[in-house]
C-alpha cells in the first residue's frame, strides 16, 4: 500500500489545516517562546503575554525515552495549553536534579494533544469489513461497554477464562495504567508479554539481580566518576538524549570515550576512539578483551574470591554447586545448607574460606568438582585472538588497545539494549559481566556497567495498589510475544491450552512494533474480537474492531511512575478532549459491566494515595497531603547507587553471578535446552544474521534499526513540528553495498526476503558499515512507500530468553525501477 507523503505537511501548511482545532494553533504558535524555569521547585512567569492571565500546572512527560519520566510545568491561557518549561527539582542538596530535561519530544506533547489524529469518540469496525480497511463507524461508550463485555462473557463461558488476553507495552509510565491489571486478574485472562529487550534485562538480573533502587548495576549519575568510558551496544546521542550530558560531563572530567558499534553514530563522533564490529559479535570482543586482561595479569583475584562466585565448586555431573549436603553435612535445603569452596586441600563452606582455590579441579567425597571460575577460564581458551579478531572483523592490535585502556583505570560500559536484539544477545551481556568480573571493573564509583534506562534510578515510595487486594485471585497463563503466532496456530503451547480469543491491547502498538508483523495480523485477524485503547490511530488500532479514545496525559491526574528519584504527581491541566477518558475509568466501567461492581468503587484520587500509603514512602517523609502541595518529592539516597557497594547484588548467592547455577528458560514452550551450556558465558552465532549462514548467498545484508531523537518507538509520527525535521524514513547504506546495487542517493529501493518487503528512500552513508543497512526505528505503515520494515524481521528467539530479536534478520536490496 503506497504511504501517505509526511513530508508535504509543513509547519505553514499545518497551521492551515482546517481540522486543527483554534486551541492547537494557540498552543503550536507559542512552542517558539518556550523557556526554562529559574532555580527552584516553582515556575518562573517568563515569556507571558501582557495583559493575559496564565495557569502553571505540574507534570510529567510519559517516560520510556530513558525511563525518567522527565517534570516539566505546563502553561495555560485562556483555557488553552501554551507552553511547556523545565521543572528545575532541586536534589536533597540543593542542587539541580541531573534527571530532568525537555527534549523536542517533550515539546511536541502539545501538538500530539491536539492533533486531528487523535481518537475522539468510541469507533466500531464497519461489519462486513476487513480489518485494516479503514471503514468505521461511531458508537457510544455504552454501546461499546456493552458490546465488549458481552462478547468477553461469551467467550469466557464456553472456552475459559484465558479465552481473553491483554497486552500492554511500555508506552506510558503512569499510575493509572497500572489499574487495568485489577480487571484482567479478575477476570483470569491471558496476559500477551511484549517481549522487548528481554536479553539485556534478564541478563542484568541473573548477573547482579534485581535491585529495589536499580535495576541494572551502575546509577547513570555514576558516569561522570569513570575514567574510560566504554559505549557498546547504544547510541545515547540519539536515544538517550536526556541522558547524554552524562557522557558529556564524564568527557569534560578527563574520560576516554570509546565507542563500539556496527556503524559510525552521532555518539561515535564524539567520542575519542570508534571501533566498527561485525553484528552480533559483542561477547566475542568482550571475551577477547578478558583473556588479554589474564594475559597480561590484570586480574582482580580478591574481587573473584569476595564479590562473585568463582570459587563456588561446581559439580561435573550435573552443574550445580557442591554443598554440605552432598556429603552429607546438612539437611539439603536447610540455611546451613552451605555452598563450598576449596580451601587447603579440602573444601569448606564459601563463608568460613579466606583464601579460597578459584582455578583447578578437585575431588571431595569421591564428587568431581572445579571452580566456577575455571569453567569460564575454559569457555574462554576455547577461542583464540586470531579467531576473534577474525569474527569480530576487529584488527588484533585494536583489541590489544581497547583491553589496554580498559584496565588502565576506573572503567565502566555505558550498554543499550542494541546487542540485546540479535538471538545471541546474552552472549554479549554475559561477556560485559565476566570481563568486569575478572578484573574488578565494577562495584565502585567510576567502574562498572551502566545500561540505558535499567540504569536510571527506581521511585522510592510508590507502589501500584492495583491488584493489593485480589490475595485469592488466580493469575491468568502468560504467552511471550514470540510464541502467541504458534499458539493461535496449533491451539497448544507448553502448558497452556486453548489460544485467545479476544484481546485488549493498551499502551502499546504490536503490529508497528513487534518482529514478524504479517504474523501479528495474522494471529488478531484469527480472533473474534480486538479492542485497542489509544489516544491516537495508531497501526494497532487500524486493525482492530472497537477502539477506545484514552485522554491524554495533560488530561489527568496521575503519578508518574517512570524510573526518578522523585515521585510526581502530575496535575490535571484541561478536562479531556471530545469523549476521551482515562484508563482507569475506562477500566472501571469494563470492570462494573463485568459483573466486579464491588471490585470498582474506588475513585482515581484514593487509587493514587493508596499507591503512596506505604513504609518506604513514610521513611522518605512522603504523605499524600505533602505531595498533593509539592508536586514532586525526592525519595532516593543522595548518594548514586552501585551495586556491589551500596546496594548489595540481589542474586541467590548474594554475589555477581557469572556462572547461572540451574538456569531455567524464561518459559517452558518444548524447546530443546541445554542448562549446562547456557549457565555461563558461551558465544554461539545470531541465528540467522551471519555470513556463514546458508541464506547468506541469497540474503547478503544485514537489517537493523536504530534509535532516534525524532521517535520514541512509534509515539510522535503525529507531531508536525518533528515530522518537518523527519519527515520520512529511508535506509541507510554504505557506499560499497550502494555501488554493488547501482543506487545513488534518493534512489527508490526495495528490501526483501522470505518473510516480506519494504519500499523507501535510499541515503549512501559512509558511516555506514558494508553489509549493514540501517533504518530509523518507529516508522508506521503509513510511512513507507510500500511493505513494512518490520515484515523483514523473525519472530524466532533463542531458546533462554523469550525476545524479539528485530536485527536477527537478512535481506537483499534492489533499485526500483
Known amino acids: 500500500m503506497a504511504g501517505n507523503k509526511p513530508s508535504a505537511l509543513t509547519r505553514r501548511a499545518f497551521l492551515k489545516t482546517t481540522a486543527f482545532t483554534t486551541a492547537g494553533v494557540a498552543a503550536f504558535g507559542a512552542l517558539a517562546g518556550c523557556s526554562s524555569n529559574g532555580e527552584g521547585n516553582d515556575p518562573v512567569e517568563e515569556g507571558g503575554t501582557i495583559g493575559v492571565a496564565e495557569e502553571t500546572y505540574f507534570q510529567s512527560c510519559m517516560g520510556n525515552c530513558s525511563g525518567w519520566g522527565c517534570p516539566f510545568y505546563v502553561h495555560v491561557r485562556d483555557g488553552k495549553i501554551c507552553n511547556i518549561t523545565k521543572a528545575n527539582l532541586k536534589c536533597p542538596d540543593g542542587s539541580l536534579s541531573p534527571y530532568q530535561e525537555t527534549c523536542l519530544k517533550g515539546y511536541a506533547n502539545i501538538e500530539r494533544m491536539y492533533s486531528p489524529t487523535r481518537v475522539q469518540y468510541p469507533m466500531r469496525r464497519v461489519d462486513g469489513t476487513e480489518r485494516g480497511a479503514g471503514e468505521w463507524e461511531r458508537i457510544s461508550w455504552d454501546e461499546a461497554i456493552e458490546e465488549i463485555t458481552s462478547k468477553w462473557k461469551e467467550l469466557q463461558s464456553e472456552f475459559g477464562p484465558s479465552a481473553v488476553a491483554f497486552m500492554s507495552g511500555s508506552g506510558s509510565g503512569m499510575a493509572t495504567i497500572s489499574y487495568t491489571g485489577r480487571l484482567q486478574a479478575l477476570m483470569g485472562a491471558m496476559t500477551i508479554a511484549p517481549c522487548y529487550d528481554n536479553t539485556g534485562m534478564y541478563t542484568q538480573m ?236 565494577e562495584a565502585k564509583h567510576g567502574a562498572g556497567i551502566a545500561c540505558s534506562d535499567f540504569s536510571a534510578p527506581s521511585v522510592q515510595g510508590y507502589a501500584s495498589t492495583a491488584t493489593a487486594d ?41 503490529i508497528g512494533n513487534e518482529p514478524d508483523r504479517l504474523k501479528w495480523i495474522s494471529s488478531l485477524g484469527a480472533m473474534e474480537l480486538v479492542v485497542v485503547s489509544d489516544m491516537f490511530m495508531s497501526e494497532t488500532a487500524t486493525y482492530a474492531d472497537i477502539v477506545l479514545p484514552v485522554s491524554f496525559l495533560f488530561e489527568r491526574d496521575d503519578i508518574g511512575t517512570s524510573a526518578n528519584p522523585f515521585i510526581k504527581l502530575s496535575e490535571k491541566v484541561v478536562d479531556p478532549m471530545f469523549e476521551s477518558k482515562g484508563d482507569f475509568e475506562i477500566i472501571t466501567l469494563l470492570g462494573k459491566a463485568m459483573g466486579f461492581e464491588d471490585k470498582f468503587t474506588q475513585s482515581v484520587e484514593g487509587f493514587l494515595e493508596s499507591c503512596v500509603t506505604n513504609e518506604v514512602a513514610a521513611a522518605a517523609g512522603v504523605t499524600w497531603e505533602r505531595l498533593k502541595e509539592e508536586h514532586a518529592i525526592w525519595s532516593y539516597p543522595e548518594e548514586p547507587v552501585v551495586v556491589g557497594l551500596n546496594a548489595m547484588p540481589l542474586t541467590a548467592s548474594g554475589r555477581f553471578e557469572f556462572y547461572h547455577e540451574g538456569i531455567q528458560p524464561m518459559a517452558n514452550v518444548g524447546q530443546e535446552w541445554d542448562m549446562i551450556k547456557e549457565s555461563c558465558w558461551f558465544w554461539e552465532p545470531p541465528l540467522e544474521a551471519w555470513y556463514e549462514n546458508e541464506l547468506f548467498e541469497r540474503y547478503p545484508l544485514t537489517f537493523i534499526s536504530e534509535r532516534s531523537k525524532f521517535k520514541t518507538h512509534t509515539m510522535f509520527n503525529n507531531s508536525p513540528m518533528i515530522l518537518e525535521l523527519d519527515p520520512e524514513p529511508y535506509v541507510k547504506m554504505s557506499p560499497a553495498d550502494a555501488e554493488a546495487r547501482g543506487i545513488k542517493e534518493g534512489d527508490t529501493v526495495r528490501l526483501y526476503n522470505d518473510r516480506g518487503f519494504v519500499v523507501l528512500k535510499a541515503v549512501i552513508n559512509a558511516g555506514c558499515r558494508q553489509g549493514v543497512l540501517v533504518i530509523d526505528h518507529g516508522w508506521e505503515e503509513v510511512n513507507f512507500i510500500d511493505g513494512h520494515y518490520s515484515d523483514l524481521s523473525s519472530c524466532a528467539s533463542w531458546p533462554r530468553f523469550e525476545q524479539d530479536n528485530w536485527f536477527d534478520c537478512l535481506c537483499e536490496m534492489e533499485k526500483v525501477q
Open 206 to 441: 541473573n548477573h547482579g539481580g534485581l535491585s529495589a533502587l536499580l535495576p541494572g548495576h551502575n546509577e547513570h549519575r555514576d558516569i561522570v566518576n569513570t575514567e574510560n568510558l566504554f559505549i557498546w551496544g547504544t547510541n545515547p546521542s540519539e536515544s538517550m538524549i536526556v541522558d547524554y550530558h552524562f557522557v558529556s560531563e564524564a568527557k569534560e572530567n578527563g574520560a576516554k570515550v570509546i565507542v563500539i558499534d556496527p556503524i559510525f553514530t552521532t555518539s561515535a563522533a564524539k567520542a575519542d576512539m570508534f571501533v566498527s564490529i561485525r553484528p552480533g559479535t559483542d561477547g566475542l570482543l568482550a571475551a577477547g578483551m578478558a583473556l588479554i586482561a589474564i594475559r597480561d595479569g590484570k586480574v582482580d583475584k580478591t574481587h573473584l574470591q569476595t564479590m562473585t562466585v568463582a570459587p563456588f565448586l561446581v559439580k561435573d555431573q550435573d552443574g550445580l554447586y557442591l554443598r554440605l549436603s552432598d556429603i552429607g553435612k546438612a539437611e539439603a535445603g536447610s540455611p546451613d545448607d552451605r555452598v563450598l569452596v576449596y580451601e587447603d586441600g579440602k573444601a569448606v563452606a564459601f563463608d568460613a574460606a579466606k583464601d579460597p582455590e578459584i582455578e583447578g579441579g578437585f575431588e571431595v567425597e569421591g564428587v568431581a568438582v572445579k571452580p566456577a571460575y575455571q569453567i569460564l577460564l575454559d569457555r574462554l581458551n576455547e577461542w583464540d585472538l586470531e579467531t576473534i579478531s577474525r569474527y569480530t572483523d576487529i584488527p588484533l592490535e585494536t583489541i590489544e588497545e581497547l583491553a589496554r585502556i580498559y584496565t588502565s583505570g576506573l572503567s565502566m560500559i555505558f550498554t543499550g539494549f542494541g546487542p540485546d536484539h540479535y538471538a545471541n544477545g546474552q552472549t554479549a551481556y554475559d561477556g560485559m559481566f565476566a570481563l568486569a568480573d575478572i578484573t574488578g571493573q
Open 470 to 510: 485480589l490475595v485469592d485471585v488466580v493469575p491468568g497463563p502468560t504467552v511471550h510475544a514470540p510464541h502467541l503466532h504458534q499458539l493461535m496456530e496449533e491451539g497448544v503451547l507448553g502448558d497452556i491450552v486453548g489460544a485467545p480469543k479476544a484481546a485488549y491491547i493498551y499502551i502499546c502498538n504490536p
